[in-house]
């Protein structure tokens, strides 16, 4: 700690980085000042001159006349220092603790061959990745898991808050990461709700989505489901793709090729009706966005803040300069200083 009588504490920078509780009475500087011109110029015209029975060109001026100035300097910087006081530099030091009791939340993603249609730029696959990561992004304490499936379902992730880790998985996200071509969205849906069955969590959700029916696996979704809804666990579901031709990679002549595409939403209305969620449709990477943003809406938690503010004054410092510079002024102007002739 700076002992006050440093004159560290006039430095511009460090005055720069105080907080001031009563920063009016700054504005009172310049007009001490001009105050003191004030002063200083009716003294000049309105004082007493001596008659001396000298020639102007023999009156010679002595330096020793500026040492009336002193004692007007000393108590001009006393009033100021009093100011500077009275205006209570501080600086504060505030830690904001947030905490949130957290949602537990299951992604389920599907990775199988469909997804690899180009209706969504620059396929389904890459853009689900892209809004998990947005929808990752917005959440805070909520434990999220991660589920991918084709023929077969893989638990990439248990519920965890460690987003980054999350975001590394879902990049590492790819075609052929589970050999078993197919869409077993049962299978899937099971793995995911196993995951939250032991959650202590006040709300649990799951978010599947998928391009296509349950053709795979050897869970039925509604069962899954049922599980779910018996669990207190809700369930969004997203169908993902376009209705007809939609573009499908390059043939040998690096031609755009298209294929039909059809999505049966039976089974994702039904698994999210029984799961007490809800059923959306996306048809391209806007829709998708939006589904998302609907949901992080939908299951946000409540975040509380704690804030702690440590205040500390420095307004004794200044203070104590002040009550220095005005003894020194009594001190000086009952002294020859205040009589010493200006010529």
């Not at 330096?63 to 209570?88: E, K, Q």
């Not at 909520?142 to 023929?151: C, N, S, T």
């Not at 006040?202 to 869970?219: F, H, M, Q, R, T």
């Not at 949901?295 to 702690?308: C, G, L, M, N, P």
Request: glycine share 6%; net charge neutral; aromatic share 12%.
């Amino acid at each position: 700690m700076t002992p006050w009588y440093h004159p560290d504490w006039f430095h511009p920078e460090l005055l720069r980085g105080f907080e001031w509780e009563n920063k009016h009475y700054l504005y009172g500087i310049p007009f001490i000042i001009l105050l003191f011109i004030l002063r200083w110029l009716f003294n000049l015209r309105f004082r007493q001159h001596l008659d001396v029975a000298f020639l102007k060109a023999n009156i010679k001026g002595s330096g020793s006349s500026w040492l009336r100035f002193l004692p007007d300097i000393f108590l001009f910087i006393s009033i100021t220092l009093i100011l500077v006081a009275l205006a209570r530099p501080q600086k504060s030091n505030e830690q904001v603790e947030k905490y949130s009791e957290g949602i537990d939340i299951m992604l389920i993603l599907d990775t199988s061959g469909s997804m690899k249609m180009e209706d969504f730029k620059p396929n389904r696959l890459e853009a689900a990745k892209e809004v998990a990561r947005n929808f990752i992004k917005g959440r805070f304490k909520d434990r999220i898991g991660m589920v991918v499936f084709a023929g077969e379902a893989y638990s990439l992730s248990p519920l965890t808050t460690d987003y980054k880790l999350l975001h590394t998985l879902i990049r590492d996200i790819k075609f052929g990461m589970i050999p078993a071509d197919g869409t077993a969205i049962g299978s899937s849906l099971a793995v995911g709700v196993n995951r939250l069955v032991e959650s202590r969590s006040k709300s649990k959700v799951v978010i599947l989505l998928s391009d296509g029916e349950n053709n795979a696996g050897n869970i039925d979704p509604n069962t899954a489901a049922d599980l779910a809804n018996d669990n207190d666990i809700k369930i969004y579901s997203i169908g993902m793709g376009k209705d007809g031709m939609v573009p499908f990679g390059k043939n040998f002549f690096g031609q755009t090729q298209y294929v039909q595409s059809q999505l049966d939403e039976t089974n994702l209305r039904e698994i999210a009706k029984i799961g007490q969620g809800k059923y959306f449709r996306a048809t391209d990477e806007n829709a998708l966005e939006e589904i998302f943003r609907k949901i992080d809406a939908y299951e946000k938690s409540e975040i509380k803040e704690t804030r702690f503010k440590d205040t500390r004054d420095f307004y004794p410092v200044y203070l104590k300069w002040a009550v220095c510079f005005l003894l020194v002024w009594l001190l000086l102007k009952s002294s020859f200083m205040s009589n010493v002739l200006e010529d």
